[in-house]
């Protein structure tokens, strides 16, 4: 039930906090070793190659999970969207290893290459929020992403929750793998600020109620922009705005804005910007300027190491891959108060399905 919230989006955007401490503890409590089955590990372990595949805000996800995998098991990742995927299967490597990903474990796009991997006797594994659904029964392996129901359309806590697990898988086969960073890594600890960094996000609605009725109020057009992992992210926030408030908005990597976007930068034109990384931060402030010079009105989210003056949002900062724990949450924010502006059902957008049941 919705219990003292009007709407079940932003109950689930309110329980994140709670989401990564409960996964944090299911999966990392025991400081000698991850809660992720052994014969899983092992099976990875031998995997040349790691396939992920999603479809919308859980593909999403999985671009941040290639990002996780390579820097911490150094092994290379390939990212596809399901329906795609499913009709153009890429040449795969001598020892692919297959991952799904779905909140609802009922999507068909999803569910047509895991039945063709079984086919072929590939490895697979499902993290999904529903353990009992039908991806989690057909797949190898299944881990449970520990989100709790998720009932408002516009999927929130459970991006939140497939980065977390993909950040706990990376680390146990980092371990695994002897691999030096993942040893390092002290992913409880980042969790632990993840959570309290979304705390702090949570503590700020005013500051973006304020902000989407300054910016988005009368615009048609919106644009998020940021390079590597905010790119990464700007696609998810962009899913989040158009989905429920009908803003048609796009995710770009801001270094293509020159390649052709930037023509559609006029006066008024939101332009929301993630700079949480550091190595590329100076040219997405070039972006910046461009697009200011423009007459578009630009939000900068960064974090403690990146901030410029006059950042609207200024995140703490966590391990580079994981700032979309932060970045995400915002995304959602700017979606939830925009469509609730607008007078708009913000758990049931027009056209929307919660699970996705057809090809
Ligand atoms: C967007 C959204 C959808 C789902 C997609 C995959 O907010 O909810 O894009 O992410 O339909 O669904 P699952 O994760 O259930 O496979």
Redesign the pocket.
Known sequence: TKGTYDTFMLKEIDEQPAVLRRISQHYLANNSSINVPAELLQLMAQADRFYFV???????ASLVGKRLFEKYTKKPVEVGV?SEFGYHWPLLSQKPFFIF???????AD?RQVLVEAKKRGLSTLVL??VVNST?AREADFHLPLLAGPEIA????K??TAQIAVEAVLAKALGVQLQERLAVEWDLQQQLSLAAVGIDRVLAEKDKFAALTKEYLTDQEHAFYLGRGIDYDVSLEAA??LK?ISYVHTEGFAAGELKHGTIALIEDRVPAIFFITEKLTASHTRGNVQEVKARGGNVVVVSTEETKGSGDQFVLPTLTPELMPLLTGVVGQLIAYFSTLQRGLNVDQPRN?A???TVE
């Not at 999603?54 to 999403?60: D, I, P, Q, R, V």
């Not at 359309?153 to 929130?156: E, F, H, L």
Request: hydrophobic share 35%; aromatic share 6%.
């Open positions: 999603a479809a919308g805000t859980s593909y999403h399901a990903l779905s909140q609802s474990g009922e999507t999803s999904t929020n991806l359309v516009a999927s929130t459970a991006y899913l989040k989905e929307l919660k699970s996705v």
